[in-house]
């Protein structure tokens, strides 16, 4: 099931045809009340969200879903008319997994959600044979899918849980912003380093003082270190 919440009526008809054409379920809402009375009685594979929304913003909604711990590992993709670096980076910042500009084409939408929902997928087939990697009391338990530090859970976004997996499968080894986001984006290089930057910070805050394991390396990318 997939919820796209889109206060436009044509827009969201259109999006809701699309996906019940492309074999997925789903169902539409107006704004944040009708979407969050609905989370109470089921809750969804991903969400569509559109940032300019009345009322509530998708913004907000955003950071309440993260904040939840029932809602909290739900794929977002954002939808946003306004094509510039900061209303991006503000959302992905927020947690969204992906975003969309305004006006996109449907085929277009539906690429972007396969590709999130392959990577949730592609988590948790593995998740069943992977061990947890550990750094001192730092543990990513990847059957799971959660971090620890000194025992305590980390509420991390699925891209930032990516990202600081791909950086522990290759601890040691330089990465560059490119890279990163091709594995962590399933994408090739696309000009969205700024993307990987904005992640980066985010996740050495949320680590806390095992954030200083992800080392800049000038001119490069980031590498993790073992030891903070």
């Not at 209303?87 to 910042?93: C, E, N, P, Q, R």
């Not at 305004?102 to 277009?108: I, S, T, W």
Request: hydrophobic share 40%; charged share 30%; aromatic share 6%.
């Amino acid at each position: 099931m997939i919820y796209c919440v889109e206060d436009d009526s044509s827009i969201r008809e259109l999006i809701i045809y699309t996906l019940e054409a492309a074999g997925y379920s789903a169902k539409g809402f107006a704004d944040s009340t009708e979407f969050f009375a609905a989370l109470g009685s089921g809750l969804p594979e991903l969400v569509l969200l559109d940032l300019m929304l009345p009322g509530e913003d998708g913004i907000s909604v955003l950071k309440k879903l993260r904040a939840d711990r029932s809602t909290a590992d739900i794929p977002v993709i954002i939808e946003t008319a306004r094509d510039t670096e900061t209303d991006k980076v503000t959302g992905l910042d927020s947690g969204a997994d992906d975003y969309l500009v305004k006006p996109f084409g449907m085929m277009e939408m539906i690429s972007h959600i396969k590709a999130v929902l392959r990577r949730c997928s592609s988590h948790d087939e593995s998740d069943a044979q992977d061990d947890s990697i550990r750094f001192d009391g730092l543990v990513i338990d990847t059957k799971k899918h959660v971090v620890t530090a000194d025992g305590l859970e980390l509420r991390l976004t699925l891209k930032e849980y990516e990202l600081l997996r791909t950086f522990a499968e290759n601890r040691g080894k330089a990465l560059t912003r490119e890279e990163l986001f091709a594995k962590v984006w399933d994408s090739g290089p696309a000009g969205e380093t700024r993307t990987v930057d904005v992640h980066v910070g985010t996740l050495r805050t949320k680590l806390g003082r095992y954030g200083g394991m992800i080392r800049t390396v000038r001119g490069v990318g980031y590498r993790l270190e073992t030891r903070p």
